[in-house]
């Protein structure tokens, strides 16, 4: 059993930065890790991925150059890094884990299997 909490959401200008950390319990290492977002009125959607065995990172179109996903297995934390926020990147952000990833993979929120309670990012313009 996996257990994941988020933090490092807030108000931040248009432009602006924030740092996301995943802290997850139990097993971790052997997992996928993703970031999904869902916005009011809108779908939870894929953000970034990033894989166990060599940690290739995997973006979503909207925040390709952006974003970057980490993780450091030591301290079983995950990482998303937020730069040069848009009004459009405001949501409910949660960290994910036990899902697939892959290159031309749809990625869906329905198959991932352990999820965190989100923390809320808004930017104002």
């Known amino acids: 059993q996996v257990q994941l909490v988020e933090s490092g959401g807030g108000l931040v200008q248009a432009g602006g930065s924030l740092r996301l950390s995943c802290a997850a319990s139990g097993w971790f290492g052997t997992y996928n890790m993703g970031w999904f977002r869902q916005a009011p009125g809108k779908e939870r959607e894929f953000v970034a991925g990033?894989?166990?065995?060599?940690?290739?990172?995997y973006y979503a179109d909207s925040v390709k150059g952006r974003f970057t996903i980490s993780r450091d297995n030591a301290k079983n934390t995950v990482y998303l890094q937020m730069s040069s926020l848009k009004p459009e990147d405001t949501a409910v952000y949660y960290c994910a884990a036990g899902g697939r990833l892959g290159v031309g993979l749809r990625i869906k929120p329905d198959e991932w299997n352990y999820w965190g309670q989100g923390t809320q990012v808004t930017v104002s313009s």
């Open positions: 990033i894989g166990w065995i060599a940690g290739t990172a």
